[in-house]
């Protein structure tokens, strides 16, 4: 190459700016620059238009922290979609498990006299004639007067708890007449085992509910670790409850366990609605520190976690045969 | 299958990395939206599949899955346009001064615009290498291509770009735009 022109230059003009051009290239091109402004001109700019393209693409905000709703994004399509992948993995082979405990029971159970087992268990309930015998169901009071699962639906409905009405998704708002009071509701002392007996009553409430679907179990199951997370947090921290609101937004829990509401006995209800009631006030915050202490009494002193896996287990598809 | 990154690192390479991604794609997309769909998708993909190199490819890696996504998502869906910010607002735009150097706002804005009219692998090329100051074997390598056409390509996205900026004077009479390269703060 002896010299360069014009086209030349056009040619080697990255090469020039990022030095990447041979030696030899590069002397002569160095003395088509001295002779030729047009051409040293096109570096200035070329040179300059590099600088500006990375001053504009900085300006785009490599400076500004992340957008809001960024992490959580992200979190909720990695680790909390695995956390609940697992432990969906882990309910269906507990379920599948169960479905074959309760075959190979039922088929043991036709030899048996069935009067015998007529107790107050929720699995020996399941299998037994549903009319002649009381479930145990969680007894809570209302204002110290009564046990609730002594009321019919109407009654209930007139204590001003709605239980039958399926919640909108959207949340937006508080709907008084639709959620528990939590500071009205206590545990009755426990009792040591049901009677059984016969009502009729009691039938057409037992009736009202029936077995619950694999995703009501999964929700059931879902918001009992939930109410246990938020017991177990610590105290003045708030990592746990965001983790809580975040697994309910975007499992959506709030509207999955309003329909699940709809479909259980009264009792039932009751219970699906106070951790319905905490849940919703997660989500909707903002929550002080005393906040949080109240929910935590409110989930312990009501029992929830223990009383949604009972509702679970009781009406379970594997436990209705 | 259990991730081998913990929480607490994907949080930390999203606030190390995630707005500098962010600008690369909104760069190449135009979107800036689309931008942190394209970071968010490939932070997922890091939780899914880590490079195998271990945390000091991270950053490497990242930038290569969101290049490669910033320019596929376009020709994908089909979705130019300059960015909103950037938009060629009248009002934004000043009468040319006979003086020889620019404003800096009206310069960024040219650029900008100049930017826009060029397809993905153009700005692809410029960004990696005027933004994030790659090598041109590190560009082959995010691009997976010869490092002969690194600088081919690189040659035509520098020519064409300074196409558009000549095209976009509205006073070609006028004395040609000078960049004055110390006003301007190299990334």
């Given at each position: ?26 002397h ?18 070329a ?12 300006a ?9 709703q ?75 007067m ?55 009553a ?28 938020l ?27 309003a ?38 009494d409110?989930?312990?002193?009501l ?19 | ?11 930390e ?25 394209v ?27 969101v ?118 703060k190299?990334?």
């Amino acid at each position: 190459m002896e010299s360069l022109d014009c086209t030349d230059i056009k040619a080697l003009l990255s090469g020039l700016i990022d030095d990447r051009v041979d030696p030899a290239s590069r002397h002569h091109a160095e003395r088509h620059l001295a002779d030729c402004k047009s051409c040293r001109e096109l570096l200035d700019q070329a040179e300059a238009a590099e600088a500006m393209v990375a001053a504009s693409i900085a300006a785009l905000g490599d400076a500004e922290p992340l957008p809001d709703q960024f992490e959580s994004t992200v979190l909720a399509r990695t680790v909390y979609a695995d956390r609940h992948g697992a432990h969906g993995r882990l309910v269906n082979w507990f379920g599948w498990l169960a479905a074959a405990a309760a075959l190979a029971l039922a088929v043991s159970i036709w030899v048996v006299d069935r009067q015998t087992i007529l107790r107050g268990s929720a699995t020996e309930f399941a299998l037994a004639d549903p009319y002649q015998v009381e479930p145990e169901v969680p007894s809570y009071t209302l204002d110290g007067m009564g046990s609730l699962d002594e009321h019919s639906p109407d009654s209930v409905a007139a204590l001003g708890v709605d239980t039958t009405r399926v919640q909108p998704a959207s949340y937006h708002g508080p709907d008084s007449s639709s959620f528990i009071d939590l500071n009205r509701l206590s545990m009755m002392p426990s009792r040591s085992g049901a009677s059984a007996r016969r009502t009729k009553a009691r039938a057409v409430d037992l009736n009202l509910a029936h077995a619950l679907s694999r995703d009501d179990s999964e929700t059931l199951d879902d918001v009992s670790r939930l109410m246990m997370m938020l017991v177990q947090s610590p105290d003045q921290s708030f990592v746990e409850v965001e983790r809580i609101r975040r697994i309910a937004e975007y499992d959506r829990l709030l509207p999955r366990l309003a329909q699940l509401r709809a479909n259980l006995a009264p009792p039932d209800r009751i219970t699906v609605g106070a951790a319905e009631s905490v849940l919703y006030r997660v989500v909707r915050g903002p929550l002080s520190t005393e906040d949080v202490q109240i929910m935590r009494d409110d989930v312990n002193r009501l029992e929830l976690p223990s009383q949604l896996d009972a509702i679970g287990n009781r009406w379970s598809p594997a436990s209705s045969l | 299958m259990p991730s081998a990154l913990s929480e607490t690192k994907l949080r930390e390479w999203m606030q190390k990395a995630g707005p500098r991604l962010i600008s690369l794609s909104a760069s190449i997309c135009r979107d800036r939206h689309l931008a942190e769909e394209v970071v968010q998708e490939a932070f997922v993909k890091l939780w899914r599949k880590p490079p195998d190199a271990g945390e000091v490819a991270y950053t490497s890696w990242l930038r290569r899955v969101v290049t490669n996504m910033s320019i596929n998502i376009l020709q994908r869906t089909r979705r130019p346009g300059p960015l909103p910010e950037f938009s060629a607002d009248p009002a934004m735009q000043t009468t040319r001064r006979p003086e020889a150097h620019c404003d800096v706002d009206e310069s960024l804005q040219r650029v900008q615009r100049a930017i826009d009219k060029l397809d993905e692998p153009k700005r692809a090329i410029l960004a990696l290498r005027a933004y994030e100051q790659l090598s041109y074997e590190e560009i082959a390598q995010h691009l997976n291509i010869p490092i002969g056409t690194v600088m081919s390509r690189l040659n035509r996205a520098r020519t064409a770009l300074l196409e558009e900026l000549k095209q976009d004077l509205q006073h070609p009479e006028d004395e040609p735009l000078v960049f004055d390269i110390r006003n301007y703060k190299r990334a």
